[in-house]
């Protein structure tokens, strides 16, 4: 059985930092890519980021550009969102995923994602 459990949610004050990681179990994961979104109440969810499965590629909303950094530990098929600088707007709870391929070339899509986590909350007050 395939599970993904996101850790390192919480509350933060804006321009703080928190570092998300997602423990995949049931399978390996190092021959897919994989994303992370998020989905704040009353929107739908979006794409945050992706990392190609050799960590080599790696993709970003415009809106997390130059503060978030995704990366990932194939060894301990782990994939890791550092976020900085973050604002009230960062406020969502974040989901990981795995994409269907090994490439980000469509990983802004949700529909590309074949397995996904429960969420971990990030709340950012101002």
């Known amino acids: 059985q395939v599970q993904l459990a996101e850790s390192g949610g919480g509350l933060v004050q804006a321009g703080g930092s928190l570092r998300l990681s997602c423990a995949a179990s049931?399978?390996?994961?190092?021959?897919?890519?994989m994303g992370w979104f998020r989905q704040a109440p009353g929107k739908e969810r979006e794409f945050v980021a992706a990392?190609?499965?050799?960590?080599?590629?790696?993709k970003y909303a415009d809106s997390v550009k130059g503060r978030f950094t995704i990366s990932r530990d194939n060894a301990k098929n782990t994939v890791y969102l550092q976020m900085n600088s973050l604002n009230p707007e960062d406020t969502a709870v974040y989901y990981c995923?795995?994409?269907?391929?090994?490439?980000?070339?469509?990983?802004?899509?949700?529909?590309?994602?074949?397995?996904w986590g429960q969420g971990t909350q990030v709340t950012v007050s101002s």
């Open positions: 049931g399978r390996t994961f190092s021959r897919n890519a």
């Open positions: 990392i190609s499965r050799g960590g080599g590629t790696t």
């Open positions: 995923a795995v994409d269907r391929d090994g490439t980000t070339t469509y990983a802004d899509r949700p529909s590309e994602y074949v397995y």
